[in-house]
Structures are given as structure tokens and as C-alpha cells.
């Protein structure tokens, strides 16, 4: 028997499983672990298991590049490829021409894994969202101008709102080179001044809609100075477009229904303003009203001619209870003195000389006994009504 080399051994095995069909050109189903992307190379290097076994696999840099998804460790897939020996090791592995995620599509992995990717990086926290201007001036509408989606954004703001202007841009809104396209819309839109941006087209299937799944559209609506709506037109899923935008609606029409308001509603809000400030005028003037009759009649009591007319009335009250105080008082002494007379009179030696006493004087002197007289003496007599002059005749 010949002596053979490993390398002839290797090269053996490695015809054999070349040529034998059931292992060339297969699809095996597994998870993927301990995956690898060489760095310098592109290569990618893993292993494809099941619940009992594990293949090594290997996918070269030129199939590795039409992924449109990037695998993961724990990732289930069915991928295609054919058995080989690696003859330098003496190693079997799995050849891979193409991975597909089981269960969906390439293009919806990477969807997934696009969304959290932008998700991680916060393009599409809340925190970031900014507000729609109430009244904007400048509108622009970055969508194909052939199509309906910018007929029905003018029609929509013409009649709910002509004080704005409509700024449309073109761009391709599917096909190869649409990413671009729409960013450079974005771009033109917001140096021409416009307050809000309108970023979509009309309704299609999942492949029309590519272009507002991309990471550039992304960064182009989340870097936009200015507030986007996205109105990429479909009703169930969002695309990355929506969720980077500050505000997403549904169709075209709804956006611009959304980027400015209602005419007829500004004005019945103008006229509600109008009555709340007309009834606010009329209050203030109310109060100012009664303010300045409250200060004029302050002030209309501190004027010199309100204290004179005061201070005469209380001058005048004054006199007035003088004049009775003093009334009171002559009528306390009148009466006073009418209790003094009466006494008086009570005690009068007249009202002894009326009861038929009378009185003598000699020389202005009353006699209260004869002893003072003698024979021939004058006397004055004094009686309750009149007097008369007597002499002395004799005495007792």
C-alpha cells in the first residue's frame, strides 16, 4: 500500500464532497452563534447549529456584501451554500452564498435592525420632537411634483389656509437614487426659510416606500432645523421616515391639514378674543369708572370750599347749641330766681304788714320798742298799703 500525504487526504475528501449533490447547492436551517465579520478581509466566519449539532460556515466578502441585513448571534436562518474541506485544516464546513432570517424576509431584518440602531442613537426620542407652528408663514412639500401627493397639499392648504405659501420641491420619492433625492429636498426646503416641512408621497406596496426607510432620510429629517411632518402615504406601519419626523400623518392631505390650521376657525377664534377683550375693556372701564367718581368725591371733600361749607355748617350747629344751652341755662336761673323771690316775698316784713302789722321808724331807724321815745317825737309809719307820719303823744 502507498504512502500519502494529509494533503492528499484533504484534497480526497474535499473531491468527494465537491461532487457529491446532495451536499452542493443546499439550504440549512440553524441558529447562528459566534459570529464574525473580518475586519480587513470582509469575510464572515460562524457557526450554524441546531438543538444536537454545529457546522462550522463561512461566507466571502463578494456574498457578504449583497446582505441587506447584518446577522447576529442567536439569529434563526436558512442559509444556502454547499459542504467543503478546508484542506489546510482538515476541516469540513459550510460554505454560505446567502443567509435569510426565518420567518421574514432579508429586507425586513434589516428594517428591524435599522430601527434599532436609530432607536439606540435617539433619533427617535420624544425629547427631540419639536412643535408645529401655529401660524406658519412658509410651507414646503418635498415630494415628486408629477404625482398627486403635492396636488392634493396645495389644494388642502389653499382652501383651509391661502395666507401661507406653499414651497414644493421635487424629488424622486421611489427607485434608485430616492434616498438622496428626498434629503436634498429636505435641505432645499429648509434654506428657502420655510417654518415646516411636508416629507412624502402617496400610498404603494413596502418596496415603493424603500426610500423613506433608510438611515440617510433619517438623519436628513432628524438634522432639519426646522419641524417635518412625515406623510409617507399608507395607514398600518410606520416607516423610519415617520418615526424620525416631529409628527406623523397618514396621507399627504392629513399632513397639510396638520402643517397649518383652519381659516375659518382662526377667525371664529379672532371673534371670540375680540368679545372676551371688548367684555375685559368694558370691565377695566367699569372699574376705572368708579375708581375716579370714588377720587372725585374724595377730593371734592378735601377741597377748600367743601371744608369752608363744613366748617360752617359745624359753626353754625355749634350756635345753634349755644344759643340753646344758653336758652337753658336763663330759664334754670329765671327759675331759680322765681324760688328765691318766692322765698323772699315768704320772708318780706310786706307780707307780715298785710296781714295788719305795720312798721314805725324814727329818723330811718325801725323801732322795735317804745323805750327810744318820748313825748312830741316825730314817726313815719309804715302799713301793708301806704304809711303816713304820726307824733307821739304818749307812751306805755
Not at 433625492?181 to 420655510?194: D, P, Y
Not at 433619517?218 to 406601519?237: M, Q
Not at 371744608?307 to 329765671?334: C, P, V, W
Amino acid at each position: 500500500m502507498p504512502v500519502i500525504t494529509v494533503t492528499q487526504i484533504n484534497r480526497y475528501i474535499g473531491s468527494i464532497l465537491k461532487n457529491d449533490r446532495n451536499i452542493q447547492g443546499i439550504m440549512v436551517r440553524g441558529e447562528i452563534s459566534n459570529y464574525v465579520k473580518h475586519f480587513r478581509s470582509g469575510h464572515v466566519y460562524f457557526t450554524l447549529k441546531d438543538s444536537e449539532s454545529a457546522i462550522k460556515a463561512v461566507m466571502f466578502a463578494n456574498s457578504a456584501a449583497r446582505l441587506k441585513f447584518a446577522p447576529e448571534d442567536g439569529m434563526a436562518v436558512i442559509v444556502s451554500g454547499s459542504i467543503g474541506v478546508y484542506e489546510r485544516d482538515g476541516a469540513y464546513q459550510l460554505y454560505v452564498n446567502d443567509i435569510i432570517p426565518e420567518g421574514a424576509g432579508a429586507q425586513g431584518a434589516a428594517l428591524e435592525q435599522l430601527k434599532r440602531k436609530l432607536q439606540k442613537e435617539g433619533i427617535f426620542d420624544t425629547a427631540h420632537k419639536r412643535p408645529i407652528p401655529a401660524m406658519p408663514k412658509k410651507i414646503g412639500a418635498v415630494t415628486s411634483l408629477s404625482g398627486a401627493a403635492v396636488r392634493d397639499i396645495i389644494n388642502v392648504l389653499s382652501r383651509r389656509y391661502p395666507l401661507g405659501e406653499v414651497y414644493a420641491v421635487n424629488a424622486l420619492v421611489q427607485g434608485e437614487g430616492a434616498p438622496e433625492s428626498v434629503c436634498r429636498g429636505i435641505l432645499r426646503a429648509e434654506a428657502a426659510g420655510c417654518d415646516v416641512i411636508i416629507v412624502g408621497r402617496g400610498g404603494g406596496s413596502s418596496e415603493d416606500l424603500s426610500a423613506f426607510n433608510t438611515e440617510k432620510v433619517a438623519y436628513a429629517i432628524y438634522n432639519c432645523k426646522v419641524p417635518v411632518i412625515s406623510a409617507v402615504g399608507h395607514e398600518t406601519d410606520f416607516t423610519i421616515a415617520d418615526l424620525a419626523a416631529d409628527l406623523r400623518a397618514p396621507t399627504p392631505s392629513a399632513a397639510a391639514e396638520l402643517a397649518a390650521p383652519d381659516i375659518s376657525m382662526l377667525y371664529e377664534k379672532i371673534g371670540i378674543l375680540e368679545r372676551r377683550y371688548e367684555k375685559a375693556a368694558l370691565a377695566v372701564l367699569d372699574r376705572s369708572t368708579d375708581r375716579f367718581v370714588a377720587l372725585n368725591a374724595r377730593l371734592a371733600a378735601q377741597s377748600p370750599e367743601n371744608r369752608l361749607k363744613l366748617t360752617g355748617e359745624k359753626l353754625s350747629a355749634l350756635n345753634k347749641r349755644r344759643d340753646a344751652a344758653f336758652l337753658r341755662y336763663m330759664d334754670r336761673l329765671e327759675r331759680q330766681l322765681g324760688e328765691k323771690a318766692a322765698r323772699l316775698d315768704s320772708l318780706s316784713p310786706l307780707k307780715v304788714l298785710s296781714r295788719g302789722y305795720s312798721l314805725v321808724y324814727k329818723e330811718d331807724s325801725l323801732l322795735s320798742s317804745s323805750e327810744s321815745l318820748k313825748k312830741g317825737d316825730k314817726v313815719k309809719i309804715t302799713f301793708g298799703s301806704g304809711g303816713a307820719e304820726a307824733e307821739i303823744t304818749d307812751k306805755w
